[in-house]
């Protein structure tokens, strides 16, 4: 994991010299700061150049949490999980394994725009700083979380000074260099175009300095001088001044300022703001295009419109691993949306937003079976907050239960490929608390929540799940659901380390989606894991005929997620044929994708074999360190609920070997090393490659290894696989 995840700063940060200094300040005497203010007057900017400037203080890093596009409360504890860097693959509620998470670690936490999750967000937050002594959190939003040692920050707009730099430094940036008003008279100082003597700093005073509002002002000097700017200040918006009685100065100053932007836009920018408000996070110009598009807002003309509110400073542009995307600033999404509801067209939008999002999930889908698959997680990523917002809509509505099952359903390859299993569940579990009425979505969402569940180690769940699946897809014929629900029986058997049974599901589903005609990631996984059984009840010969045709075909539609599973299998049957070296490079390329995708199941097995690899190789300490980066991770994957022997056996072979070279102590000494590491340095570790073994290594390397000895000699039906102790004498069965 970095040791940050705040953004880069886009520009320079103009003045606040006196309230960075408080903060920081406050920061040390406090482990809870809010900084509280009106939105616009710079509260998120101040805070994320505060946390970057003492990140230092904080061994583990500091990390950001954005929860102002989340509607649903339940979803804050996943919310901080990946701003975290955390992926938790067990049934635990998310606050336990945020305390676990942080309870040892030296971070800051920045959480902004809670304010509409106050009484949710503020005993998260308690509990955080109750069970992690070393956390410090500095929260950003409209009002106070009130939480016991609480220190609040109120941030006032700003200062004259300040005022006119941001003003004159975004003006500048913009292309409308302005001067402000000399210091004394009679000094000959140059000015700005059209400023009056006191020009600029009325302008200031007139928007109270809110950063939000002068920024704004900034960009329309192109276009405007500074007295056409104070006309329309004076003359134009005096009824969105004055128009709401008991609304605070500041509140009114920055809606004239936006108002004011809103009323020199085109008629089409106009609405292409207010339509573009139902984004929740960011969004890219194919789904502007799609949810925005209509007969007065042309889709080819959206690009040309777009351009013009990113001129005016009031979308910004961003470039992701997605590719570029675009976003609006609350504050003025928030104003886009009143101007949507007045024009009573919210929920037709949201619609149209609802109807994008299941559109590109279905996309994503059907081209995570292909090349695309990096291309399907970066934009799944992107696109996470407005996947949220579409599932929202569709719990609302009663009657679009069907459409809330099909989405959780169709998006198995991020909760699954992509390490958000405890999110999926939610989901999943959500949307299936009612009767649909469409069998169809409803049995999809079965199967993947039946998955999630075997994953999560959470078996009876997984049981029940896929019990209701098979059995309704008996009664209503559905012959491909019941053959995904025989499929996740037989993953559920594998963990259960009842081989046999898995090996029957396996093949009985494998033949079902032969018949049916059905290939995708899905049906090449069924063969992997069926690989895994014959493999750990001592098949290897055949467990590598399988994935060997499984990598081709992967290798042949540029899959990696299931092929990084096939490469696992042959680095097992390559280690015991003492090819540790074919065995490591196999292992390397697996980490690397299960990493990438942040498949954590995958990772964790496929680290805990390198070790074995690398012990196997005459280097114990290297692979105690291994081990130990593996304990964490094992954690948050959860699958030793279930105690599996076949899977825990490279891990177990590993400890009893390494533990036996170096000594119990020095091996603890090296499992604590690995166990510190954050899981990108572990990683970073594993792909390092193999190290020259210290003396302990070469008296085990010059020394015949019972580990090695280990092959596949078991009898069919043998539950103890390859690589588990077998006796005494350190043999393995196959």
Not at 370 to 376: A, I, N, R
Request: glycine share 8%; net charge negative.
């Amino acid at each position: 994991m970095r040791r940050s995840n705040l953004p880069a700063e886009l520009n320079r940060f103009v003045g606040r010299a006196t309230e960075q200094a408080s903060l920081k300040a406050l920061l040390t005497a406090s482990r809870l700061v809010t900084v509280v203010g009106v939105g616009g007057v710079g509260k998120t900017r101040l805070a994320l150049r505060t946390a970057a400037e003492t990140r230092q203080r904080y061994a583990d890093g500091v990390r950001l949490a954005g929860l102002a596009s989340l509607r649903d409360p339940d979803l804050i504890g996943h919310a901080l999980a990946e701003a975290l860097g955390l992926t938790d693959h067990t049934p635990r509620p998310p606050r336990e394994v945020l305390v676990e998470h942080l309870a040892e670690r030296r971070m800051l936490l920045v959480v902004d725009g809670f304010e509409h999750l106050v009484e949710h967000c503020a005993p998260l937050v308690r509990d955080l700083l109750a069970g992690a002594p070393g956390l410090t959190v500095l929260a950003v939003g409209r009002r106070p979380l009130r939480v016991a040692g609480e220190a609040v920050f109120p941030l006032a707009p700003m200062d004259e000074a300040d005022a006119v730099a941001l003003l004159v430094e975004r003006a500048a940036e913009a292309g409308a260099p302005v001067v402000p008003d000399p210091p004394a008279p009679g000094a000959g100082a140059p000015r700005g175009r059209d400023a009056r003597p006191d020009g600029v700093r009325e302008l200031c005073r007139r928007l109270d300095g809110i950063p939000l509002a002068l920024e704004l002002a900034a960009g329309r000097l192109p276009l405007l001088s500074v007295e056409q700017v104070l006309h329309r200040l004076d003359d134009r918006f005096r009824l969105l001044t004055d128009g709401e009685r008991g609304v605070l100065p500041r509140h009114q100053t920055l809606r004239t300022a936006i108002g004011w932007s809103h009323e020199l836009c085109t008629p089409e920018e106009r609405l292409l703001w207010a339509r573009l408000s139902v984004f929740a996070g960011p969004f890219d110009l194919e789904a502007v295009e799609y949810v925005c598009g209509s007969a007065e807002l042309p889709p080819d003309l959206i690009l040309d419109h777009l351009g013009g509110l990113l001129a005016q400073s009031l979308v910004s542009r961003e470039d992701t691993p997605a590719g570029p995307a675009y976003r609006l600033l609350d504050t003025v999404a928030a104003y886009g949306a009143e101007w949507l509801a007045a024009l009573d067209d919210t929920e037709r939008v949201r619609r149209r937003h609802r109807d994008w999002y299941v559109g590109l999930a279905t996309w994503c889908e059907l081209e995570w079976f292909g090349p695309h698959q990096t291309e399907v997680a970066a934009r799944t990523d992107l696109a996470l907050p407005d996947l949220r917002a579409a599932l929202d809509l569709c719990l609302e509505l009663p009657e679009e239960a069907h459409l809330a099952q099909h989405l959780a359903g169709t998006l198995w390859f991020a909760w699954v490929g992509c390490g958000r299993l405890a999110e999926g569940r939610h989901w999943l579990e959500r949307s299936l608390a009612a009767e649909s009425g469409h069998e169809e979505a409803r049995l999809k969402a079965l199967w993947v929540l039946g998955y999630v569940s075997v994953l999560q180690g959470n078996g009876a769940a997984a049981v029940a799940a896929l019990h209701e699946c098979r059995e309704r897809a008996r009664s209503s014929r559905n012959a491909l659901a019941e053959a995904y629900a025989t499929h996740r029986m037989g993953c559920l058997a594998l963990l259960s380390d009842d081989l046999p049974q898995a090996e029957e599901l396996f093949e009985r589903a494998i033949d079902a989606y032969r018949d049916l005609g059905e290939l995708n990631s899905n049906v090449l996984m069924a063969r992997v894991e069926l690989a895994m059984a014959r493999a750990f009840r001592g098949d290897l010969e055949g467990a590598v005929t399988i994935c060997r045709e499984v990598r081709e075909a992967c290798e042949e539609r540029g899959e990696l997620w299931t092929r990084a599973y096939a490469l696992y299998v042959l680095a097992y049957s390559a280690w015991n044929r003492d090819a540790f070296g074919e065995a490591r490079e196999l292992l390397t390329a697996c980490v690397s994708i299960n990493h990438a995708f942040h498949d954590l199941v995958g990772l964790v097995l496929a680290v805990e074999l390198l070790a074995l690899v690398t012990a196997s190789e005459g280097n114990p300490a290297e692979a105690a360190v291994l081990q130990g980066a593996t304990v964490p991770v094992w954690d948050a994957v959860g699958i030793r609920l279930f105690g599996s022997v076949a899977f825990g056996g490279p891990g177990a072979l590993c400890e009893r070997r390494a533990t036996e070279a170096m000594g119990a102590e020095a091996y603890g000494v090296a499992v604590r090393e690995g166990r510190a590491l954050p899981l990108d340095a572990a990683v970073e570790r594993a792909l390092a490659g193999w190290r020259e073994p210290g003396p302990e290594g070469q008296a085990e390397a010059s020394a015949p290894r019972p580990f090695r000895t280990a092959r596949a000699t078991a009898a069919p039906g043998t539950r103890k696989p390859a690589g588990s102790p077998a006796d005494e004498g350190g043999e393995a069965a196959g």
